[in-house]
């Protein structure tokens, strides 16, 4: 049994109201692997947004949404939490959560527990790299050390951005502050119909790409 209340103040599972679909796959991972601590959130929908002029409206709405949980966990005075999307998918690595925790860097500003790594990271630990590009987020740390900045940042920048949410943290967090992932990845998306994409994806060819180090 692992439960994420232990290392983190909160550990969140973003999730659509009409995709009862994708909670109810997302909630038989975490039974599958005796998971615990996880909180639904209700995710922001895009729909109800006014169009913006780069980003898809589902695009927008999880720009939105991790706006909302930032300033919630900053309101409760929260120094972790932790981001995972609805179509997560664990590998049986995650059954040694307790030893990668262990090993992340004290100044960590995110951290990956998957990710698609377009660039080669660096390696720093045994189950640590250090990232030099990588996106996706459906299952990432956001420590309180940049709270405030990635608040002030994405409120002032927000509509002018031109890209999705992982591209932004990867262009701008990732060059600017120390972030890090596991090594090896422990988790993965399943492949789904996407809100953000609006179309069915399937990243499963390139999820553990230039981590042969």
């Not at 994420?4 to 103040?9: E, I, L, S, T």
């Not at 947004?49 to 939105?64: D, I, K, M, Q």
């Not at 409760?76 to 959560?97: N, R, T, Y």
């Not at 790594?117 to 250090?130: A, D, F, L, W, Y």
Request: with cysteine; proline share 3%.
């Amino acid at each position: 049994m692992i439960d994420f209340r232990k290392y983190f103040d909160a550990a969140f599972l973003i999730n659509l109201s009409r995709r009862e679909d994708r909670l109810k796959e997302a909630e038989a991972e975490l039974q599958k692997w005796d998971l615990h601590g996880v909180e639904r959130v209700e995710a922001v929908d895009g729909n109800t947004l006014p169009p913006h002029r780069s980003l898809s409206l589902g695009a927008f709405g999880l720009y939105h949404t991790h706006l909302k949980i930032i300033r919630y966990a900053k309101e409760q005075g929260m120094k972790s939490v932790l981001l995972m999307e609805d179509d997560i998918e664990f590998l049986p690595s995650i059954l040694e959560f307790d030893a990668f925790m262990k090993e992340v860097p004290a100044d960590a500003s995110l951290l990956y527990l998957g990710g698609h790594h377009v660039q080669r990271p660096t390696r720093v630990s045994e189950r640590i790299v250090r990232n030099t590009e990588v996106f996706t987020t459906h299952s990432f740390v956001i420590f309180g050390s940049i709270f405030d900045a990635l608040l002030i940042d994405l409120e002032n920048k927000l509509s002018g951005i031109n890209c999705q949410v992982d591209l932004y943290l990867s262009s701008v967090i990732q060059k600017n502050y120390p972030t890090y992932s596991f090594y090896p990845n422990i988790t993965q998306q399943r492949a789904s119909f996407s809100d953000i994409e609006n179309r069915h994806t399937d990243y499963s060819d390139n999820i553990h790409e230039n981590l042969d180090i």
